[in-house]
């Protein structure tokens, strides 16, 4: 028996490869399939099923694709209907896999078809659990997800999920492996754990939701409670993975189109494309396309781009660095943004050659910052609600990035005003929104509220965020 965990940082998210005797399953696969079929091939083994443990909302899988490539059947649990081809299959139902057994848990809640896939070993113990968003590590699935599609309210289905839990998660044996689909840094939780595998008797202990002498309605109160909107991409996602989508190969071809500036800046006036620049913060603040947004591939890239653009349909012109371009291009894809247009010919500074306007952000570091706190002057801090109710910078105005069109009428018309986050990723993207809406008397603070405090910047008491509701 093989078991590997393909995790993909950006998405917290894990895949999963289980192989034996030369078969193999795939479960909750990315969009970008060569990997498992490079993988089964190393291992001279076939893809003989694809298991999805519900319709994604954060990612597009690539169970499609995988299916198309192998001619492996996709198995959903009960109550899936998709509008392709695939195995729905009864509750308690058991697949062979070599010497293993695969058997469907229905456990509904998060969503009404979310399952849970029980792994039991050649002697036909129980070995593993891959929970999908049904049981995270510290964290179950949120139940707000899925209400219009299921005609329920949230506290409805975090009773079916409350159900589910007790009924077929929490009898299993303590040693048996939690593979979730998902960790730290998703928003399909609230209090996720950074480690991405634990044991069921573990989580029995430590995780809220799996309390013994918890009451449903403690439970429902306690999962519902404090749940952040979520991002406006999420609907379009599993419309995407219900119905089915375009090959990502089509993608990459349309995407990875080099353009001249010329080019480029016909496409930007002709298409409504954004132009989305994805180096790092410090070299779009040097000098970027005007009107671009700034979204670095070195941060929580894919949700950000999922949050902030919204619609997967908006046409997208890349500047990216060099060699970066079809990395750019998949990780869009994961999330559903097919719309690549191209990309930008030896990047900004062929923009520049072609004497093309160039926008900057202006940006100071943490001293000089302090130095300009000794006079009155108005701070918006674009970290989370809870980064900000920890700890802040005094007088700061709190302006979430993921809300920050909400806030648009707060910054002042004239007036410069500073705007800083954590470390400095998601304050220089701030920048590039509140730019393309006109909005160009800021200073972003380089290095964010790790900076800051680093100079001796007072700041509130800290209290600590697992006390926050």
């Known amino acids: 028996m093989k078991i590997e965990q393909i995790y993909t940082g950006c998405l917290a998210q894990g895949a999963y ?148 839990l007790r009924n077929k998660i929490m009898p299993l044996a303590d040693d048996i492996t939690v593979y979730p689909a998902h960790g730290a840094g998703s928003a399909c939780g609230k209090n996720m754990m950074k480690e991405t595998v634990d044991t069921l008797g573990n989580q029995k202990k430590m995780n809220y939701a799996l309390r013994a002498d918890m009451t449903k309605e403690e439970f429902v109160k306690e999962v519902t409670d404090g749940l952040l909107p979520p991002p406006q991409y999420f609907p379009l996602n599993v419309k995407m993975n219900k119905e089915g989508y375009e090959d990502i190969d089509d993608v990459l071809e349309r995407g990875t189109q080099a353009l001249s500036p010329d080019a480029f800046e016909t496409a930007a006036n002709e298409t409504g494309a954004i132009v989305l620049d994805v180096r790092h913060q410090d070299d779009f603040a040097k000098g970027h396309v005007p009107r671009s947004i700034f979204i670095g591939l070195g941060g929580s890239f894919a949700p950000w781009v999922g949050a902030l653009i919204a619609d997967v349909k908006q046409p997208i012109l890349l500047v990216a660095p060099k060699g970066k371009e079809e990395e750019t291009i998949t990780r869009l894809s994961r999330v559903g943004f097919d719309g690549t247009l191209g990309y930008l010919e030896g990047g900004i500074e062929t923009w520049e050659s072609a004497g093309k306007e160039i926008d900057t952000v202006k940006s100071i570091d943490a001293n000089e910052f302090k130095q300009r706190l000794s006079e009155e002057v108005p701070v918006f801090d674009v970290r989370k609600k809870t980064e900000y109710a920890a700890e802040h910078v005094g007088d700061a105005m709190l302006a979430p990035l993921d809300f920050i069109n909400d806030h648009l009428s707060e910054f002042p018309e004239k007036e410069t005003f500073y705007v800083h986050c954590a470390g400095g990723y998601r304050s220089m993207i701030a920048a590039s929104i509140l730019k393309s809406r006109g909005i160009h008397n800021l200073v972003d603070v380089a290095g964010g509220f790790k900076a800051i405090k680093e100079v001796g910047i007072p700041v509130t008491d800290f209290v600590c965020p697992t006390t926050l509701k």
Request: proline share 5%; net charge negative.
């Open 17 to 164: 490869y289980i192989e034996s005797k030369g078969e193999v399953a795939i479960i909750d696969p990315l969009r970008e399939v060569k990997p498992y079929l490079k993988r089964a091939l190393e291992d001279g083994a076939k893809i003989k099923y694809i298991f999805e443990t519900h319709f994604h909302a954060d990612f597009v899988s690539g169970h499609v694709t995988l299916s198309k490539e192998t001619g492996a059947p996709i198995i959903f649990g009960p109550n899936a209907n998709p509008s392709f081809d695939a195995i729905i299959a009864k509750d308690e139902q058991e697949f062979r896999l070599g010497e293993l057994t695969i058997k469907v848990l229905h456990t509904p809640g998060h969503t009404m078809e979310s399952t849970t896939y029980l792994l039991k070993d050649e002697m036909g113990k129980d070995h593993a659990i891959f929970s999908g968003d049904t049981l995270f590590l510290g964290d179950v699935g949120r139940p707000d997800l899925a209400q219009k599609a299921a005609h329920m309210t949230q506290e409805e289905l975090a009773g079916t999920l409350f159900d589910s």
